[in-house]
DNA sequence: GCTTGACTTCGAGCGCGCTTTAAGTTGTAC
DNA sequence: GTACAACTTAAAGCGCGCTCGAAGTCAAGC
């Protein structure tokens, strides 16, 4: 996550106005970080920015507003799962056809056997 | 898959000029469909369209881009399985989210029990 | 004959999520 | 004191993958 990026949530309101250094550098607190490790994982699963506002929105407006919060992570969840399955169907065809492209290379290695070359000097000046 | 985005493939060469009927619309044969199914897989799995482009050109070299080919899907299918991992992970962590939300919402809901209101006519009108 | 609708081409437009640029301030090392 | 690096701001730019719009052609149905 690089600083650009930080500065990018901190302005769409991912991430509130965070503290300072007395000369005006950002701090990050452990909770800070915490809660952008979170944003991470929610962005690495393909969560968008708009729905990771909403959330952000109502995380600030505390307790009253964990129902939603919640039906929003499960949601998530849901779609995470359904990924996860396409992801692994994909991984199984790329199995089928990897294995069949290891076919045909062995049908061309046995229909052009590479002819080994003629080695004159093969050997003669030994590896120090 | 939409036919603008059917067109779009063919653009950027995803996929050869298709037969045509005689008034000039395109017909996708099985082979067409088996092919834009698998970029579908791909594409859904992340992959670039530079990298389909790459792999659609060697498809069309013939067997002796075999072994390149078979890379290209040996890296993406690495890529799939990291992604599964990634995905696993953050299915994990909202799990815990959730059931630490439940927590909350139970605890919402007996520090400000909704309290039964009057039913006066209650079961006073069978139902039909 | 005329409308309707599904296709055609080509080019421009757009939403997302950063990423870069430019110009300015501050603290540290030599 | 002065170079340098690391931060600051605000705004503009960009790459990706579509997506849409405009204008035209064709075939079928009323």
Redesign the pocket.
């Known amino acids: 996550m ?10 769409v309101g991912l991430i509130q106005p965070v503290g ?7 701090r990050y607190s452990e909770a800070d970080e915490a809660w952008l490790h979170f944003l991470h994982c929610m ?1 690495a699963t ?5 729905e990771m506002q909403r959330y952000a929105e109502l995380r600030e407006l505390g307790d009253a507003t964990s129902l939603e919060r919640r039906k929003i992570l499960e949601d998530h969840q849901a779609g995470i799962a359904g990924q996860i399955v396409e992801l692994q169907q994909a991984h199984a065809l790329l199995t089928h056809k990897i294995a069949n492209y290891k076919m045909i290379e062995e049908r061309i290695r046995i229909t052009h056997p590479v002819v080994a070359e003629p080695e004159v000097d093969c050997e003669l000046t030994p590896v120090s």
Chains 1, 2 share one sequence.
């Open positions: 690089t600083a650009h990026t930080l500065r990018y949530y901190e302005r300072r250094a007395r000369n005006g550098h950002r962005r393909s969560m968008p920015i708009r």
